[in-house]
């Protein structure tokens, strides 16, 4: 990387960091994307970011996110249960300065994330357990009632009208529901790819990025019958911010970056006639080739 340029980032993340010690989501996924526009790789924006926040003793929010989502896992993936004291020393551990920094994580960044996180995995929580039980209690007996009453009307119907022979409707054997542990991994994977996309990590690195969840979303749900709109709202999302990047790449006269950026979001296959106008506009194509096929 040219010395200007690492610069030029330093700066960036100082300014972005301030008096606080604190770098959250919002400032490092602008770093993220300024430093794409003008075509800095990955690993360096990651491994000059991670330097300077030593340095200063300052903390990334998103790493401490991370480091919570990892504890509550920990804590959780058997049992779907997370009891006082877990929560209490899964907080501790992100809450508390780490040695050589001087901030943690924001307490109510902490405690949104875990509601989320509870909400999100089906996980119950200390006094939660009562409270289901009576609920589920309460629908078994509802449940038994309207049981009841459908099976004697049902009985005194059969016993007044004649019997008739009705026909028989033929179910698509393509048709499926997804099922409770797909859907809480759905879940656990769209959250995962909100935040990538929130870090400015569309594609890259390509094992934890949005679009590696994506891709195992449409493997779990092929037909986008669970949480589908939702998955094609966030890929549109990532299209705009690459069609963004090009067109700052394009107006730097970096012509490399600008296909670079509109090649990622084709990886995403949405917007296929927009993206080919932007390259006919940045001079990518000719005219001739942005035409549809029918059309030339």
Same mark, same amino acid.
Request: proline letters at 2%.
């Given at each position: 990387?040219?010395?200007?340029?690492?610069?030029?980032l330093?700066?960036?993340?100082?300014?972005?960091? @301030?008096?606080?010690?604190?770098?959250?989501?919002?400032?490092e996924?602008?770093?993220?994307?300024?430093?794409?526009?003008?075509?800095?790789?990955?690993r &360096?924006?990651?491994?000059?970011?991670?330097?300077?926040?030593?340095?200063?003793? $300052?903390?990334?929010?998103?790493?401490?996110?991370?480091?919570?989502?990892?504890?509550?896992?920990?804590?959780? *993936?058997?049992?779907?249960?997370?009891?006082?004291?877990?929560?209490?020393?899964?907080?501790?551990?992100?809450l508390?300065?780490?040695? @050589?920094k001087?901030?943690?994580?924001?307490?109510?960044?902490?405690?949104?994330?875990? &509601?989320?996180?509870?909400?999100?995995?089906?996980?119950?929580?200390?006094? %939660?357990?009562?409270?289901?039980?009576?609920?589920?209690?309460?629908?078994?007996? +509802? !449940? =038994?009632v309207? #049981?009841?009453? $459908?099976?004697?009307?049902m009985?005194d119907? %059969?016993?007044?009208?004649?019997?008739?022979?009705?026909?028989t #409707?033929v179910?698509?054997?393509?048709?499926?529901? +997804?099922?409770e542990? *797909?859907?809480?991994?759905?879940?656990?994977?769209?959250?995962?790819?909100?935040?990538? +996309?929130?870090?400015?990590?569309?594609?890259?690195?390509p094992?934890?990025?949005?679009?590696?969840?994506?891709?195992?979303?449409?493997?779990?749900?092929?037909?986008? %019958?669970?949480?589908?709109?939702?998955? =094609?709202?966030?890929?549109?999302?990532?299209?705009?911010?690459?069609?963004m990047l090009?067109?700052?790449?394009?107006?730097?006269?970096?012509?490399?970056? #600008?296909?670079?950026? !509109?090649?990622? =979001?084709?990886?995403?296959?949405? =917007?296929?006639? +927009?993206?080919?106008?932007?390259?006919?506009?940045? @001079?990518?194509?000719?005219?001739?080739?942005? %035409?549809p096929a029918?059309?030339?």
């Open positions: 990387m040219p010395e200007h340029n690492e610069v030029w330093v700066e960036r993340i100082t300014a972005s960091i @301030g008096d606080d010690y604190y770098l959250d989501r919002g400032e996924k602008g770093i993220k994307e300024e430093a794409a526009s003008k075509g800095f790789a990955f &360096d924006v990651e491994r000059i970011l991670a330097r300077e926040l030593d340095k200063l003793g $300052a903390v990334c929010e998103r790493v401490l996110v991370d480091r919570l989502d990892e504890l509550l896992h920990q804590y959780t *993936d058997k049992d779907k249960y997370l009891d006082g004291a877990e929560e209490r020393d899964a907080l501790d551990k992100v508390q300065p780490a040695p @050589g001087k901030k943690g994580l924001d307490p109510r960044i902490a405690k949104e994330y875990v &509601d989320s996180f509870c909400e999100v995995n089906g996980v119950r929580r200390k006094g %939660q357990g009562n409270r289901r039980v009576l609920i589920g209690m309460l629908g078994i007996a +509802v !449940l =038994a309207v #049981t009841f009453v $459908a099976v004697y009307i009985r119907k %059969q016993q007044t009208e004649p019997r008739i022979v009705k026909d #409707t179910v698509d054997s393509s048709a499926y529901s +997804v099922g542990t *797909d859907r809480a991994e759905i879940n656990d994977l769209l959250r995962r790819a909100t935040q990538y +996309v929130d870090e400015a990590r569309y594609t890259d690195p094992e934890r990025s949005a679009k590696a969840c994506i891709d195992r979303i449409k493997a779990i749900d092929p037909k986008g %019958q669970y949480k589908g709109q939702e998955v =094609a709202a966030l890929i549109d999302r990532i299209v705009n911010e690459y069609v090009a067109q700052k790449s394009y107006e730097s006269k970096d012509l490399e970056s #600008t296909r670079k950026w !509109l090649d990622r =979001a084709k990886l995403f296959n949405k =917007a296929a006639e +927009v993206l080919r106008e932007k390259e006919r506009e940045f @001079g990518l194509v000719s005219a001739i080739e942005a %035409q029918g059309r030339k």
